[in-house]
């Protein structure tokens, strides 16, 4: 099938429920010559091809014979850039013939360098398309569909064109991209279900610990203010050598990040293991560091100097398998008593003694200049791509803050109508300033409200994004108040709270407030 045929199935996804546009996908499956290659595009499981709005904006133009101010002037008049081709290239009905391999290729393309190969190909294709496929092979181009999708989706298509349970789709997902289910039940073989060196897994997630949570003689262990990675380490015998692959908890490669962490863990001494552990930011004397300093570690180009400048520490806190044994059914205590075993104590999570209290060991790790503890259930399996209260997270107390929005973009899916993330400010003398992003915490209500009223406060456009007169003011929540190598500050993963429609912007909070936390 074509490109043609996916754009009207997606055409026919806007503004459904999450029902009807598993329906719409499952009766529309039959049609594609390859269900594995729909599911493929659907879950975004190609490769990220480099590209950005700044530079899709430069490509189109140049593509299409345009102004890049026509284009960016759409675009802000629609909200995503998709939308915005579609409208200019309005009338153009004529469908193009190409195919969804074809189609692939171009969302694979490497997009970094305009005088590449590929901008010749993306101006090729892009003028073939009518009006409707720019628009959707534009939004999977840069990786925002808008059309109502999330990871469930393709999971729940699946098992009901296939006829299986949701649960054991589920399951296949932990260990088999979405493609490769497919392709499976497509020949009537069931999806292996089996640790595979290189094969990503979905890692196990914790819930935040309340008050009335309680695990009888719980493991509790630090909780590192990093982020987290699942190591593969194997020795491939055919060429002699071991192989290492680190990837991030979204399952995106990142080794050429830590090369530091891979002559560590090539040292180990095992030849097959898989570790779920954190790696976080150290100060020169090896203490803990603010969790910045891994940022700046991460977007570093110069490996080399990143290794100097920006020092890291692994903690490795679970095992999946070892030396041929897969450990994931196994208990908690099991694993823990395994990975004690077999990596060194210099890169273990450090783990507190069974007679001590949660309040003294959280005291304890907080003194310690860590994020706080986790209490782990000993008898619980590695419940893979699952949130479990047999992992609960005890972390410091929220702060809570009055700001007022400055900024927004469009969100996606459903939301694509709506404004979904708002940069907030808060008061510095006569003057706002910016503290970050918030997407969460807002109902359906909100969000269209802040729509409508937003829109009527508009001051400017630039950077994809909306800028608006400081009006609306928003309770916020965060974890933490932190400082950018610039020494700008801003909130760590603010929530929204409620909309405080009784408060006037200049009554937000102020700079020097979030200062005092610090």
Request: proline share 4%; glycine share 6%; with cysteine.
């Amino acid at each position: 099938m074509t490109l043609a045929s996916f754009s009207s199935m997606c055409q026919a996804l806007e503004n459904k429920t999450p029902t009807a546009t598993v329906d719409i996908i499952v009766s529309s499956m039959p049609s594609f010559d390859s269900i594995g290659r729909l599911m493929y595009v659907l879950s975004m499981e190609y490769e990220i091809n480099n590209i950005g709005n700044r530079r899709a904006i430069t490509w189109i133009a140049e593509a299409l014979g345009l102004f890049e101010e026509e284009v960016e002037s759409a675009v802000h008049t629609w909200g995503d850039i998709g939308e915005a081709v579609y409208e200019i290239d309005e009338g153009n009905e004529k469908d193009s013939d190409i195919s969804m391999s074809a189609f692939v290729a171009l969302l694979e393309n490497d997009c970094s360098s305009m005088t590449s190969n590929s901008f010749t190909i993306f101006k090729e294709n892009l003028n073939k398309m009518s009006a409707r496929e720019k628009k959707w092979f534009l939004r999977y181009w840069l990786r925002t569909p808008r059309n109502g999708i999330n990871n469930k989706i393709p999971l729940k298509a699946i098992a009901k064109y296939y006829g299986k349970a949701i649960k054991d789709v589920e399951k296949y997902s932990r260990f088999n991209k979405t493609h490769e289910i497919c392709v499976s039940l497509s020949n009537d073989v069931e999806p292996e279900c089996k640790l595979v060196h290189g094969q990503f897994v979905k890692p196990m997630l914790a819930k935040a610990k309340k008050e009335t949570d309680i695990i009888q003689n719980p493991i509790i262990d630090i909780k590192y203010d990093g982020n987290r990675y699942q190591i593969h380490h194997s020795f491939v015998s055919g060429l002699n050598q071991t192989s290492t692959i680190i990837f991030n908890r979204k399952g995106n490669v990142v080794t050429n990040q830590f090369p530091d962490i891979v002559d560590i863990v090539s040292n180990m001494g095992h030849y097959d293991i898989i570790m779920d552990c954190e790696i976080y930011p150290v100060d020169m004397q090896g203490n803990p560091a603010e969790h910045k300093m891994l940022a700046k570690r991460v977007h570093k180009k110069n490996k080399e100097e990143a290794v100097q400048q920006c020092p890291v520490k692994l903690a490795v806190f679970d095992l999946l398998y070892l030396d041929g044994i897969v450990l994931m059914e196994d208990s908690q205590r099991d694993r823990m008593n395994a990975l004690k075993e077999a990596i060194d104590p210099e890169y273990q999570t450090y783990v507190f003694p069974d007679n001590i209290t949660m309040e003294s060991a959280y005291r304890t790790a907080i003194d310690l200049g860590f994020e706080g503890i986790m209490v782990k259930d000993p008898n619980l399996p590695y419940h893979s791509g699952k949130r479990s209260k047999g992992w609960l997270k005890h972390k410091p107390p929220r702060f809570n803050y009055d700001v007022v929005i400055t900024s927004a973009s469009y969100g996606e899916g459903k939301r694509s109508h709506v404004f979904g993330t708002y940069g907030i400010s808060v008061k510095d003398g006569s003057d706002y300033v910016p503290v970050g992003k918030v997407g969460t915490g807002f109902s359906e209500h909100d969000l269209e409200w802040l729509t409508t009223e937003l829109r009527k406060n508009v001051e400017s456009y630039s950077d994809d994004r909306m800028h608006f007169l400081p009006r609306i003011v928003l309770e916020v929540t965060c974890d933490l108040v932190t400082t950018d190598s610039n020494n700008n500050i801003g909130l760590r993963f603010p929530r929204c709270i409620r909309i405080r429609k009784d408060k006037y912007a200049s009554e937000v909070d102020t700079l020097d407030t979030l200062k005092e936390v610090m």
